[in-house]
């Protein structure tokens, strides 16, 4: 029952640097998102992909990007941190082509830029 | 753009007793389905109950109901019968039909019940 396992769980980077935000789903689902969510501020959509090979921004994708390239992983890539990327990230997951909304979502990243 | 809005940061009840979470939203779509997800403290968010637009029945789950007004766009949430357990941030969440199954989210409001 491992559903949507995000590593690492903390992190804390110095500005200038990069890091990936892991992100795996044992479910077999085609839809994955990124989200962040900023104190008061609610859940940003990143990046979202509809399968493996297919990804678009969401409303927030300045500063990072993604891959898909198997159903299960979709990583999340921040180039050039930024204090403005400190943040609790949440990656999420779908079956999709269903309009259900129910998404089922990770544990968590948090990071802090410094 | 579509946007939620939950105009109560914070709200408190206690334990046995009811209470109504608010949630308003702005959209120009006709379809579209509306959504209350539940954060226990450092646990993983889950959904809590789902409304389709196109249904004038309100939603229930258990001692969750929704009061759905489509016409004033409002959303709100009453949790019956208040559990410790029932602590937890809640976001209300707008998704549109055939969008990718892409939500919208509100700023949340935290729920503390107290014993």
């Known amino acids: 029952n491992a559903g949507v396992t995000q590593t690492p769980k903390f992190r804390i980077l110095k500005i200038g640097q990069s890091m990936t935000l892991q992100c795996t789903q044992d479910?077999?689902?085609?839809?994955m998102y990124w989200y962040r969510q900023d104190p008061g501020m609610g859940l940003k959509l990143i990046y979202y992909s509809v399968g493996a090979g297919i990804t678009d921004k969401g409303e927030v994708p300045n500063g990072y990007n993604v891959s898909r390239s198997t159903t299960e992983d979709f990583p999340l890539r921040l180039e050039l941190a930024a204090p403005s990327q400190t943040s609790v990230y949440f990656c999420?997951?779908?079956?999709?082509?269903?309009?259900?909304?129910?998404?089922?979502f990770g544990e968590g990243s948090r990071l802090t830029v410094l | 753009a579509q946007t939620v809005t939950q105009s109560q940061p914070e709200m408190s009840v206690q334990e046995a007793e009811t209470v109504t979470l608010s949630c308003t939203y702005d959209?120009?779509?006709?379809?579209?389905?509306l959504f209350w997800y539940k954060q226990p403290p450092s646990r993983q968010m889950i959904l809590v109950i789902r409304q389709e637009a196109y249904k004038q029945q309100n939603a229930t789950e258990n001692r969750f109901s929704v009061n759905f007004q489509k016409a004033a766009k409002s959303f709100s949430l009453k949790i019956s019968d208040s559990q410790l357990g029932d602590t937890a941030m809640y976001f209300c969440a707008f998704m549109k039909q055939g969008g990718s199954e892409k939500l919208v989210f509100g700023k949340g409001t935290k729920l503390t019940v107290n014993p």
């Open positions: 999420a997951s779908s079956p999709g082509q269903a309009n259900t909304g129910e998404l089922f």
């Open positions: 959209t120009s779509e006709s379809n579209y389905y």
């Open positions: 479910m077999n689902h085609n839809y």
